[in-house]
């Protein structure tokens, strides 16, 4: 087996595989199959459109999710941008969402509408659009009314992803 390259990001494993097997399957979605050289164009297409948006290193990214491919592909675009992602259950209730919101100051709000009636009820609350990317288009987002402080320092382009509890017993902590 060869020796694999050190990664330093997470997006560098799909861009490594993408190179190395584009047509090998890596993902199965309700769509139908994802080959690593589709997801890499999906992750490159979504990255430019983040920094079209304004997204970019320390900037939190909110993704009101359920499993299919825009979540992993957003997942991926978010390390290329530098980006900060925070994917939260689509099944969470609207009380445990905000406080998640209110507390992570996302400066981009994203909902996978495509396979998730729950996140299609957020993204209806949050008065969310299409995002314009024909791969995308089961995909909702919508900004913030204040545009947010970006992250920093020597840790702004450190962080992978940030987890939230969903704050049954308590308020939802990161």
Partial sequence: MPQLPAFTAIHDVPAYWAAQRPDAICLYDTAGVVRYGE???RVIA???WLAAQGVDAGDRVLVSAENCVEAVAVLF???VRGAWPIVVNARLSPRELTVITDH???????YTVRVSDAAQAHADTAGAQPVPLAD????RF???DVAPERETGEHQRAV???IYTSGTTGPPRA
């Fill in 136 to 139: 995308f288009a089961g995909l």
């Fill in 142 to 144: 919508a900004r913030p």
């Fill in 46 to 48: 979504m990255a430019d």
């Fill in 160 to 162: 992978a992803a940030l």
């Fill in 77 to 79: 675009a978010c390390s």
């Fill in 39 to 41: 997801l890499w164009a």
């Fill in 104 to 110: 992570a100051q996302p400066a981009l709000r994203l």
